[in-house]
């Protein structure tokens, strides 16, 4: 018996070490060369951690895995493969995925295994609607997501405010007026507890802001102060400015807060990039610090003193995809030319982004017909259609990746329209269209998606924000008609791309969070609701984690090196807490126990 007990202790020790390498942050640590002495020489149907044999020479070594996943359930997102159980890695991308006996030719002396015991892997996620570094600055800002009252919306910004210096700009955002029953905050609200500081505060939707009585002050804003083009000062009876600005009237306080430091922006690069790998996301499509209003020049500052930056001195983690605003199209052809699409496997240049109009929440989204709140209001056309076109044409004729901005169904139908003159003065070719949001759609819309090919590229997320209050906005029967349509867009032909629209999005979980994107596509419910929210828009699980993985990653032409666990893909996957398919597909966790990334763990 005292043998007997020995030997069940060895092997729990041996358990708790197994437990601990997978446990382990360091990738060179977590995986060791040589098994416990207690485990035995081959891998078998229990999943451990075998021996290899010796080497034959250096040509035998260099075709050696790296590293070996076993007795996984790993979700491939290659229709020619869609399961295995094991994956090879090697040189950061993927050897092989199939059985581990299919595997065992690249084990080596230096081929470090790891043992899942079944856990679900999955590629890593793909977000496709991104401000990266806004939302790296927006987690060091006044925290108003999720805020739903008065008094605690006031609170906030007072504790803001005590820790800075007279003169020095308080910024904040991710208010939801919807959250406390509509009603609009003021500057009033701010000017007691900040007299001697100009506060900004940006809602969540990033298409209105409020500014207080001295960022008014100092931005020149008072009740002579004409609307700009595409914008709206919002006002009282008396005309006095509320402290609310719409769309391009935000440029107006824009154009006084100061720069923010590029030491700031650096940080909140590499704070956003860790934010998004302890959610699993391993690629992001950055469109960029370019909204209505704000200057072109930001991003172009980001893509040099950022990206540049971080990339010279190793400290990417994650990949990423950039658009650039759409009036410099020129600019970014000409960079596109000098340099190639890919400045490594970690920066690759897509295109270029417009608006066509605003938000639903701003009330600024352009629909057919009026807002139910404010008759004969129409929401907001932020470009001309012949400055739209005409940019549009030469940007496609460079081969700049055209993504554009459209919420309402007016909108949506005018991009359609225009997309068509564009194929039909360019030519057919392999563009991909992309329509950011289409959130609102006429009948017949999700059907011209599919003639072109137009991505959808969408943040189910923002449905969460949106079901309660688009009744209220355009009403009960036009919201549920054409409120994120996502099945009938895939059966129109579209190809779906899930985002974040990070750190726009306040839904209940924030911020980037696929797996809660993929759950509200699945389910569409709302806590509280008895019923979905458009039962019928409600998605497959496999749907909604292509719209993740590999059609997002088509949605940005990276399709051939991401998106999928397939051969000669880079080895970027995340490892579920779920134990079994039936586990994952029944209840979806809500969080990653590891996030890799070129094969090597890159979170916890």
């Known amino acids: 018996m005292a043998a007997r007990s020995a030997l069940l202790a060895a092997g729990a020790a041996a358990l708790v070490a197994v437990a601990a390498v997978f446990l382990l942050p360091d990738p060179s640590s977590r995986l060791p060369c040589t098994p416990p002495l207690l485990l035995p020489p081959l891998f078998s149907r229990g999943g451990k951690l075998s021996s290899s044999p010796p080497l034959a020479g250096p040509q035998q070594r260099r075709r050696f895995a790296d590293m070996i996943l076993a007795n996984a359930t790993i979700y491939t997102a290659d229709p020619a493969r869609p399961f295995a ?20 030719e690249f084990r080596g002396r230096h081929t470090k295994e790891l043992n899942l015991s079944g856990n679900v892997v999955l590629p890593g996620f793909i977000d496709s609607h991104v401000h990266l570094i806004d939302g790296g600055l927006q987690l060091a800002r006044v925290p108003l997501r999720g805020v739903r009252s008065k008094d605690e919306f006031i609170s906030r910004v007072k504790g803001a405010v005590r820790d800075k210096h007279p003169g020095e700009w308080v910024r904040g955002g991710g208010w939801n007026n919807d959250f406390w029953g509509g009603d609009l905050p003021t500057a009033a609200w701010l000017d007691d507890i900040s007299p001697d500081n100009p506060v900004w505060l940006s809602r969540m939707d990033g298409h209105m802001g409020l500014a207080n009585s001295l960022a008014m002050k100092i931005a020149g804003i008072d009740k002579n102060t004409n609307d700009p083009v595409g914008g709206t000062i919002v006002r009282t009876t008396e ?26 922006r650096r940080e909140a690069l590499l704070r956003a990039s860790r934010h998004a790998l302890m959610r699993g996301v391993t690629t992001i499509v950055d469109v960029g610090s370019y909204f209505p209003g704000t200057s072109e020049n930001q991003t172009w500052q980001d893509f040099s003193d950022v990206y540049e930056w971080a990339h010279s001195m190793g400290k990417m983690m994650i990949r990423v995809c950039l658009f650039f605003p759409m009036p410099t199209w020129s600019r970014a052809a000409d960079l596109i030319h000098e340099r190639g699409r890919s400045l490594s496997g970690w920066i690759h240049l897509g295109g270029v982004k417009a608006f066509l109009d605003g938000s639903l929440g701003s009330s600024s989204a352009l629909f057919y017909e009026p ?35 459209a919420i309402g169904d007016k909108a949506i139908d005018m991009l359609l329209d225009m997309f068509d003159k564009v194929v039909s003065l360019n030519g057919t070719k392999d563009r991909r269209f992309r329509i950011e949001h289409a959130q609102h759609l006429s009948p017949g819309a999700a059907n011209r998606f599919g003639e072109h090919g137009i ?6 997320d923002h449905l969460l924000d949106d079901a309660d209050s688009a009744g209220k906005k355009i009403g009960i029967e036009r919201a549920e008609r054409s409120s994120y349509l996502f099945r009938s867009l895939l059966a129109g032909g579209a190809h779906l791309a899930f985002g974040s629209d990070w750190p ?3 839904s209940l979980k924030k911020n980037i969070y696929p797996l809660q994107a993929i759950r509200t596509a699945m389910s569409r419910q709302l806590p509280g609701w008895g019923a979905p929210w458009i039962a019928t828009e409600r ?7 292509k719209a993740h993985t590999i059609s997002a990653a088509y949605a940005c032409f990276l399709d051939h090196v991401v998106g999928s666990l397939a051969e000669g893909k880079y080895a970027d996957f995340v490892v579920l807490p779920s134990t079994s398919w039936s586990e994952f597909a029944d209840d979806i966790p809500d969080h990653v126990l590891a996030t890799y990334v070129n094969g090597k763990q890159a979170y916890p």
């Open 85 to 104: 159980a094991a994956m090879a890695v090697r040189a950061g991308r993927v050897l092989r995925v199939g059985t581990y006996d299919s595997l065992k």
């Open 239 to 264: 005309r006095e400015p509320t402290g609310l600005l719409v769309d391009a009237a935000m440029k107006l306080v824009f154009n006084v807060i100061p720069e923010v430091f590029v030491n700031d």
């Open 371 to 405: 807002y139910e709140d404010a008759p004969g209001d129409y929401g907001l056309q932020l470009l001309d259609m012949d400055i739209l076109l005409n940019a549009t044409l030469e940007s496609d004729k460079s081969g700049l990746q055209v993504a554009i901005h």
């Open 455 to 460: 991505i959808a590229s969408v943040q189910p």
């Open 504 to 506: 726009v999005c306040i």
């Open 539 to 545: 998605l497959s699980l496999d749907d909604s984690l």
